[in-house]
């Protein structure tokens, strides 16, 4: 049965820093796996997905690696902003196509 | 949530009630996926369906839960005779290729509260 860890369960970082968030999970045979982020009492939007075969992807300030073998996944986010302050899910996919979520990093960032 | 509409967004039942919550995946997509977030809790699978067929619902409780996504109309998740227990959000979700895996986009949530 896979298991989702994710740590830091919140942080808080002045405006400006770099930060990266870890996602751990047990069974390494994953399809993908997504990075998500949600705001309060709101639905999830999709970061980053990296597929098993792939080691990393970017988008803009955001920059996801994923290491199978050691099952670990980090997500980087360059120069924080206020905007970025939300939970930050991490998910992987295994057979049946379900998603096994972590319980998220809360993020803070302060003006 | 690239177009995967949920409704309704709130809904408040007593114990012992119905509740239905809708989902529509986005336009001409056949696979849809609920999960359950439980206060203070991540997000759990509940069931996979396809046009007309269930999946996979090996995340539904076995009593009171009951999912559907006919030829025609969204995708209906039921619970009867609600308990406080099932005060949560509930997300849909949609596979961006609209095939069985990739992305998955996720809808606002229908958030239930039982009193």
């Known amino acids: 049965k896979q298991e989702v860890t994710q740590i830091p369960a919140a942080l808080s970082v002045p405006e400006g820093e770099n930060l990266v968030l870890n996602c751990s999970f047990t069974?390494?045979?994953?399809?993908?796996l997504q990075w998500f982020r949600q705001d309060p009492g709101k639905g999830l939007t999709s970061l980053l997905l990296?597929?098993?075969?792939?080691r990393e992807q970017t988008s803009g300030r955001l920059n996801a690696s994923l290491d199978k073998s050691s099952g670990r996944s980090t997500l980087y986010i360059a120069a924080s902003q206020p905007g970025d302050s939300a939970t930050y899910l991490c998910?992987?996919?295994?057979?049946?196509?379900?998603?096994?979520f972590g319980e998220g990093t809360q993020l803070t960032v302060n003006p | 949530n690239a177009g995967v509409m949920q409704n309704p967004r709130h809904l408040v039942r007593r114990r012992g009630q119905e509740a239905r919550l809708r989902c529509s995946p986005m336009k001409g997509h056949s696979h849809v996926y609920w999960y359950r977030q439980l206060p203070e809790e991540g997000l759990k699978f509940m069931v996979y369906?396809?046009?007309?067929?269930?999946?996979?619902e090996s995340g539904m409780p076995k009593e009171r839960f009951s999912a559907e996504f006919p030829k025609e109309g969204p995708s209906i998740l039921r619970i009867q005779q609600v308990v406080r227990g099932d005060s949560a959000a509930y997300f849909c979700a949609s596979p961006s290729s609209g095939s069985r895996s990739g992305e998955l986009f996720f809808g606002e949530g229908s958030r239930l509260t039982v009193l």
């Open positions: 069974d390494s045979a994953i399809y993908n």
């Open positions: 998910a992987a996919e295994t057979s049946g196509s379900r998603l096994t």
């Open positions: 990296i597929q098993s075969s792939q």
């Open positions: 369906l396809q046009k007309e067929n269930i999946i996979d």
